[in-house]
Structure formats: C-alpha cells, structure tokens
C-alpha cells in the first residue's frame, strides 16, 4: 500500500513493538506529528519540556525496560537539544534511535532556516546514523536502526529525516523484525579451556563486573558463575544491580569511591576476571598500578575494549550471558576459604560507616533503602549524591539503578526519571538529585505533572557544587571558585508552582515522616533535603593515584 514517508515511520515504530515515544514537535517535523496524532491509540507520545529531557527521559525508559528508546525532535536547535542525551546513551551502550527532522533536500547545505548537520554531528556519539534521502529507502533504514540499536553492543543510532520524504509516498510492506542472534561466533573451545585453567588454579580469585552483565540480561547466570569459583565480586558504578548487594560474597563498589574491601581484593588479587567492563579510568586509576599481583581474564562483547586500558592476560569475545553460561559448565567447583576469610575480615574492618545522629545524605538514602525495602528504581544526577547512592542503597537487581556514567551528565536524572516510570509504571521510582543538577533540568517537573507520574526527587541541597567542591578542599587548597550555590531557589515553592508536591526536610528526625509522606502521594513530590556544604564522599582515591592509596575520611 502507498503511504506517506510520516506514515512509514508510524508503521515501523509500530513494528517494532514501540509503544510509548518522547519528542517536542517542530516545523521540520510536522508531518511525523500529524501520522502519531492518527495513531496516539497506539503510541504514547510524551511531550518534554526540552529536547534534550526527551533525550533523557528515551534513555531512562530503555534502561529501565531493556527496550529501545525513542526520541523525536524538529531540525536545527531541535537536534541539537538531543545532543547531550545521545552522548550520554554512546558512553553508556544504551539502545535508542533518535528521529530528527531536516530541511527539504533541495535546501540541504544551503544554511536554510533551521538546518544543521545533526548527522555529522553526532557521528562520535552514536553507532551509525542515517540522513535519509529517498522515500524508498525510509521503511529499510529505520529497520537497520532498530537492528544495530540492540545488536551486539548496544547504543544510540540517529536517523535524520528531511520534511519533504517525510510528505512523499512509496510503497510500504510490514515486515517482521529480525531475531537478534546472540554474539558466539568468537567464543572458542580453546579460549574456554584456556579461562578453565586460570580460575581452577587460581587461590585468590576476584570478579569485576560492569554494566555489560545488565544489557545482556546474565544477572542469574552471574549469580551462579560467582558461587561456583567461590570468590568475592564488586561492581563499577554501571554495574549496580547486576550481582545482589545483599550477598555474602558482594564487596561494593570499585574505583575511586569504591568500598576499602573492593580496592583492596583487586590489588591483591591473583586472577581478576572482569566481566562486562570496560576499565574506566575511575575504576583503575593509575593503570601501571592495577591488580599488580594478577592475571586478567576479560569477558566482553565488545573487542574494542580488550587491551584499550588495561592489558590482559587472556580474554573471550561474546555475549556474557553465554559465556557464563558456558564457563558454568566448564569449571569445577572451587573453596577459597582462606581468601574468603580475608574478604570478610576487610569488611568487618572497614565498613562504610556514617553517622545516626545528624542529618546527612547516606543517613536519607538508608532511611530511603528502609522504606522502599530496596525495590524502588533509582535513578540519579551526576556528582556527591550519585556516588553516595550507589554507596548506600543496596541494589538487589538488575534495572534498578539509572544513571550517567560515561558521560557524568548533570540534569540528566529527572528525564531519565519520567522515562523509567513510565516504562515500569508498577514500580516506584525515584531520582536522588543534587542543587546543581536539579537546576539544570528542573522544568521537566512540568512533563512529569502533565502525565501525573508518581515520582519522587530526593534532592541533597548543600548550596553548593558539592563534587567539584570536595576536590577543591582536598587538592586546590580550599580555593571555592564559583562552586557556591547561593541563588535563593526554594525548591518546595517551585515544585508547588509546578503543580507538584513540595516537602522539606532540615532535621534528623524529619526524614522518616517525610519519606513516608513522599512515598504515599500518587503525584510528583520533590523533596528539599538540607545537608551540609563540607560533606564529603568517602571512601576517595585521589585522580591518579593507585587504588592502595585510599582515603577513608
């Protein structure tokens, strides 16, 4: 049947199993706007306040669901608003397909109102993108963007459309998606064989574990890989949710505020085995000193990332999920008692310790952890309260914590917040947030109390920059340069002026009352914590340095 280019990409979102769409309309678009309007029966589209909230909230909905997330936005500024959430998607392999309009192709190049070079710009932060430039071609290249979305690594694809094949009409046969085939082609016998002999003669095993093991869905295999070698595991600040941290054989977190326990296993360590990771810099540090006493075995999807950072000992190429799986099998049961006992004696010795008796962030985010009973979806900005997030509420699953890693986006987490809700609708979901963050995107409260999303932002208002704040203290000499956040914004009356809930707390004994308050509203609720300026994230390893020199605080 003969359908207008907007219809197609009505159609292949359709075949593709999209419900649900984030965007903010504009003239190059308008036509693409006109066929979801003949469909909204079918595909929820969420309309931001900002192009890049859509960006954003599109992210948070694929990590949240394991879906591809779907943002629109018109040409020139349009485009360039999703920017920020594409690259935030790139760094952190999320699947989503960005759809853009252009100006019409005889005006292309031609510095037309509204025209940018979104595709070139975004070649260094998506996987492949795409400017249409026949009708024909629309049906099969949104088909390829979907595909190269999910497949292997995942990460963003972008697809820019000029208004004029957008009006156009071809032909369109629906097609059913193609199955995704697990990546095994270079898993070998050998190279099994080979990560056999080094976990069996291994007496001090360690597992690091990234945000690979969550996009390949091992959690279950994990579980059973790590009971089998008998050894204890730490995740990086992706990897939150992929092993329960409620487990015995669970260390923390890893890297520059990783637990004491977890920088200590690495560096001791007789054979690391790091799966789905990526060594970022703020898990190694100081690369020359790394797990100096280990071989590496690195699992990984990705061949890029073998040798990038670290250098390996041995490593296999797939899917995680069926590499462990294939491990699980291959390996004998192993007792490390004696190492074991040594992991647990750090523990004890070095806990994350914080205090019961004034009001603090790791206080809120337990308290927090007490009353959701560690089911709540979490999701977070960038800086102080992040880190004492993953820190303090113990993520038992996978999906359960959402956040910027690669990038560090500020004002990413109330976007990616109406994003998760409305992918997990039964689930409560929550954005721990920061004064600076919170500023930078806050209009969103406007599109999470449109749709009346449950959601509650937790923000932890120091007045400050309280990151960047942290690393002027300890190593600029307390030189505060424009990192004060004196501006006089009363939170609870701008969320009120937003027609959300606005509570606040100042001391100790307020936070349970408010939590439970916050946690009974079936409307968006922000929360105005008031902790302390000079609060600090600890444990810390200074830029650079080696992961034995960790300062507790």
Not at 458 to 476: A, D, E, P, S
Request: charged share 20%; with cysteine; hydrophobic share 40%.
């Amino acid at each position: 049947m003969q359908l207008t280019g907007a219809e197609i990409i009505v159609e292949c979102l359709k075949e593709q199993g999209i419900d649900t769409v984030f965007g903010y309309p504009g003239g190059a678009v308008l036509n693409i706007y006109d066929a979801l309007y003949q469909h909204q029966d079918e595909i929820h589209h969420i309309l931001t306040a900002h192009e890049q909230g859509a960006s954003h909230a599109a992210d948070g909905y694929a990590r949240a669901t394991g879906k591809v997330g779907v943002c629109i936005a018109t040409s020139g500024p349009g485009a360039t608003n999703l920017v920020t959430g594409i690259a935030t998607a790139y760094m952190d392999s999320v699947p989503m397909v960005a759809i853009t309009g252009n100006v019409a192709l005889p005006l292309l190049g031609k510095d037309s109102f509204q025209e940018v070079d979104i595709a070139g710009i975004t070649m260094p932060i998506t996987k492949h993108n795409y400017i249409v430039k026949d009708i024909k071609d629309l049906a099969d290249i949104i088909r390829k963007a979907f595909y190269i979305a999910k497949e292997g690594r995942p990460g963003p694809v972008l697809i820019d459309v000029p208004k004029d094949i957008t009006a156009q009409k071809t032909d369109y046969t629906r097609q059913i998606p193609k199955n995704i085939p697990s990546c095994t082609e270079y898993i070998t016998e050998r190279g099994l064989q080979k990560a056999k002999e080094l976990i069996e003669q291994s007496k001090k095993p360690f597992i690091y574990v990234g945000g690979g093991v969550i996009k390949s869905d091992a959690c279950e295999e994990l579980l059973a890989f790590v009971e089998k070698v008998d050894a204890p595991i730490a995740c990086s600040l992706m990897g939150q949710g992929g092993f329960p941290a409620t487990h015995s054989h669970y260390t923390g977190m890893i890297g520059m505020h990783g637990s004491v326990t977890s920088n200590k296993g690495i560096m001791d360590c007789d054979l690391l085995i790091a799966i789905g990771a990526r060594f970022s810099d703020r898990v190694v540090s100081k690369a020359d000193e790394f797990a100096p006493k280990a071989n590496i075995l690195h699992i990984d999807i990705d061949p890029a990332e073998v040798n990038k950072n670290v250098k390996t000992y041995h490593h296999i190429i797939g899917d995680v999920k069926e590499v462990l799986l294939l491990l699980k099998q291959t390996i004998q049961s192993q007792k490390h008692v004696e190492w074991m006992e040594q992991i647990q004696d750090w523990k004890e010795k070095h806990p994350l310790l914080y205090s019961k008796e004034i009001l603090s962030a790791p206080y809120v985010i337990n308290k927090l952890y007490e009353l959701t009973g560690g089911q709540a979806v979490i999701t977070t900005d960038v800086g102080q309260h992040q880190m004492w997030a993953s820190q303090c509420y113990k993520f038992t699953s996978p999906r359960t914590f959402i956040s910027s890693g690669g990038l560090g986006t500020m004002g990413y987490g109330l976007g990616a917040c109406i994003g998760a809700q409305l992918g997990v609708p039964e689930k409560q979901v929550i954005n721990i947030s920061g004064d600076g963050s919170f500023h930078m995107n806050c209009n969103e409260l406007a599109t999470a109390v449109e749709y009346n999303l449950p959601i509650i932002v937790l923000i932890m208002n120091n007045h400050v920059l309280g990151m960047v704040r942290q690393w002027q203290t300890m190593f600029y000499g307390e030189r505060y340069s424009h990192t004060k956040l004196d501006r006089g914004t009363d939170f609870v009356k701008l969320a009120e002026a937003f027609g959300a809930v606005g509570l606040r707390i100042q001391k100790i004994e307020e936070v349970e009352a408010v939590l439970q308050q916050a946690l009974a509203e079936k409307r968006p609720v922000v929360i105005d914590c008031q902790i302390e300026k000079d609060d600090k994230v600890f444990p810390m390893v200074a830029p650079g340095a080696s992961l034995t020199h960790t300062i507790v605080g």
